[in-house]
């Protein structure tokens, strides 16, 4: 029982470590400054190399954040956790010119067990959206004159994911889950105006958060075919907004505030119904493959960006994986290699031109015991989003995910002869 308790402080501890990287940035796309920002594209576990998707995925030894009614299937006794990390480069293009990009950090933290035979719960830390632009020498006039002013401007933040999934197991065949989100996080925009020998620095923040319930069933019609469906409810997201305004004139070295203000409350952020739904088939031992489609409401919050509007957006993903014999002795045989690709439309219209993109992505899971409960994934993902062509710009970035999956048995007592 001190055991145990042990592990418990050691996650309670570890969490706020966790959100403050959360913060950071993990994206360099030019399209999260839009909204809330560009949807993360990590995943928890094998996730990330399957399309995207898992509504109906279940494992005895795989946390499963896409639909909450898969905790149900944890074997009684044992513990997974899952850490993640992920790193992002990117090619951004536009008329011509292109210019690359870095950017990485922590992408996740998930643990899970059981309460009974039948039911089980998770507790994990993801993002769910990133902000990561940066927009260099942007020339404008001087309202009234002639003269032209440079401006930089700089955007970090997003939003993370802090959820608590609960999944029960009705029968043999059929489950069911429940998830509770609290969303929460800063977007961070930075803007330096330079004029002549006089400079403007303007800080704005924009700090969200709300919750969200999530709804979810899996189910098998024979073995070897399962689905899922999964359904987030709407919600919305308080904003409140702080500003700090300042200048330096004639190269004085210290600055002149000029504006502070903080706790101003904006229009709130509207997310949308999202429904969706997968099936799972397994035709033998070696294989399996997936196919998931989502639709995110998005018309209906009747929101508006700067210069873009907010359209329905449709996402299908499929993805399969491998493994020559997952229960035999030899190691190498072990392995389970995996490949998907994606298909997103978009969520966001510019001037009457849709910003979709595709993934082609694939990856491979290494055991790390005998026992096969823990796992080390690595998934590589090609995406691109937008076109060259107008005022869009073209996206290609590679996405490398790295997900330590580990299982442990806890509440066993130990036999003494």
Not at 2 to 20: A, D, E, R, S, T
Request: hydrophobic share 35%; glycine share 10%.
């Amino acid at each position: 029982m001190q055991f145990m308790m042990n592990k418990c402080f050691l996650l309670v501890g570890f969490l706020p470590w966790l959100m403050m990287g959360q913060t950071n940035t993990i994206t360099a796309s030019p399209y999260s400054l839009f909204g809330i920002g560009v949807n993360t594209k990590s995943n928890i576990g094998k996730n990330s190399a399957l399309g995207g998707g898992g509504y109906a995925l279940q494992s005895d030894y795989l946390i499963n954040t896409q639909n909450p009614a898969s905790f149900a299937d944890i074997p009684e006794n044992i513990f997974l956790y899952d850490f993640g990390l992920t790193a992002e480069l990117s090619s951004i293009s536009s008329r011509g010119k292109e210019e690359k990009r870095l950017a990485g950090n922590i992408s996740s933290i998930a643990i899970a067990s059981t309460i009974s035979k039948r039911s089980g719960f998770g507790l994990t830390l993801e993002p769910y959206s990133d902000v990561g632009y940066a927009l260099i020498g942007v020339e404008s006039n001087i309202e009234g004159s002639y003269d032209t002013f440079v401006s930089n401007v700089f955007g970090s933040g997003g939003l993370n994911d802090l959820r608590f999934n609960y999944g029960y197991r009705m029968t043999d065949k059929f489950g069911v889950g429940m998830g509770l989100s609290y969303y929460f996080g800063t977007i961070k925009e930075t803007q330096k105006i330079q004029s002549n020998y006089n400079s403007l620095f303007v800080e704005d923040k924009n700090k969200y958060s709300g919750v969200r319930i999530d709804l979810g069933f899996q189910g098998a019609i024979v073995d070897q075919l399962k689905f899922g469906f999964r359904m987030r409810m709407p919600t919305t997201l308080k904003v409140t907004h702080d500003r700090k305004v300042s200048k330096m004139v004639s190269l004085i070295p210290k600055p002149e505030i000029i504006e502070n203000t903080t706790g101003e409350h904006l229009p709130n952020f509207e997310l949308p119904l999202e429904v969706g739904g997968g099936i799972v088939y397994t035709p033998n031992e070696s294989w399996a493959l997936n196919l998931d489609f989502s639709y995110n409401f998005w018309n209906a919050t009747d929101q508006h960006d700067n210069i873009g509007s907010f359209i329905d957006q449709k996402v299908v993903g499929f993805g399969m994986e491998y493994v020559i014999d997952d229960q035999g002795y030899n190691y190498w045989k072990q392995i389970k290699f995996r490949a998907g690709m994606n298909y997103d439309t978009g969520y966001l219209e510019v001037y009457d031109r849709t910003v979709d993109g595709y993934s082609i992505m694939a990856g491979i899971g290494i055991p790390l015991s005998k026992s096969r409960k823990s796992t080390l994934n690595l998934s590589y993902n090609r995406n691109q989003y937008g076109a060259s062509q107008g005022i869009l710009v073209e996206e290609t970035f590679n996405t490398f995910n790295i997900n330590l999956s580990l299982g442990d048995i806890w509440f066993l007592k130990r036999k003494i002869n």
